[in-house]
T-cell receptor, first 115, second 116 residues
Framework: GENVEQHPSTLSVQEGDSAVIKCTYS??????FPWYKQELGKRPQLIID?????GEKKDQRIAVTLNKTAKHFSLHITETQPEDSAVYFCAATDPFSGGYNKLIFGAGTRLAVHP | DVKVTQSSRYLVKRTGEKVFLECVQD?????MFWYRQDPGLGLRLIYF???????EKGDIPEGYSVSREKKERFSLILESASTNQTSMYLC???????????????FGPGTRLTVL
């Protein structure tokens, strides 16, 4: 079945720097890749997603890139702010889950943005 | 705005007890999911339901069962709680279908369960 690996597990940056989190997936048939942000004590919330027919998507300071050949996708956060501090999870659809869009999650990256 | 609620934020139970965790969503979503979240392991799918009375095993179903008698409510049951089931449990829901904004899973606030 699908397997998703996420790196790094922790990331510490200075405010204003960029942060990049990378995920690799194993099944080339996966077609949907969301990123969730979970602030301390709160629920995971979708921040950006990308489908397999698109190579890059951007929303203000966040962007996601997808390399289908290499089977990896990355989250890019520019001009980081302290409120970006959270745990970020990547995910990929399990291609064997049919229309149910079952997600396989990475282990998470704890991002700390220092003022 | 989608709202997913869970019956308890914190729960403490004893080994061997039967435990019920409940999740309710108010957006008429067909699909509902139960995950457990453990440090370093991300979110792992326990069970999901694609419609009322329908259920499918996820990746770690052992020791758990589920019930979906009404569309808005999805219950996770620990038949005989064990200490290794101490974890954060997250419920999620989504609209059935593919594309057109149906991909998003909306999560509840989580229930932190401790089994002593």
């Amino acid at each position: 079945g699908e397997n998703v690996e996420q790196h790094p597990s922790t990331l510490s940056v200075q405010e204003g720097d960029s942060a990049v989190i990378k995920c690799t997936y194993s099944d080339s048939a996966s077609n949907y890749f969301p990123w969730y942000k979970q602030e301390l004590g709160k629920r995971p919330q979708l921040i950006i997603d990308i489908r397999s027919n698109v190579g890059e998507k951007k929303d203000q300071r966040i962007a996601v890139t997808l390399n289908k050949t290499a089977k990896h996708f990355s989250l890019h956060i520019t001009e980081t702010q302290p409120e970006d501090s959270a745990v970020y999870f990547c995910a990929a659809t399990d291609p064997f889950s049919g229309g149910y869009n079952k997600l396989i999650f990475g282990a998470g990256t704890r991002l700390a943005v220092h003022p | 705005d989608v709202k997913v609620t869970q019956s308890s934020r914190y729960l403490v139970k004893r080994t061997g007890e039967k435990v019920f965790l409940e999740c309710v969503q108010d957006m008429d979503h067909e699909n509902m999911f139960w995950y457990r979240q453990d440090p370093g392991l991300g979110l792992r799918l326990i069970y999901f339901s694609y419609d009322v009375k329908m259920k499918e095993k996820g990746d770690i179903p052992e020791g758990y069962s589920v019930s979906r008698e009404k569309k808005e409510r999805f219950s996770l049951i620990l038949e005989s709680a064990s200490t290794n089931q101490t974890s954060m449990y997250l419920c999620a829901s989504r609209l059935a279908g593919t594309g057109g904004g149906t991909d998003t899973q909306y999560f509840g606030p989580g229930t932190r369960l401790t089994v002593l």
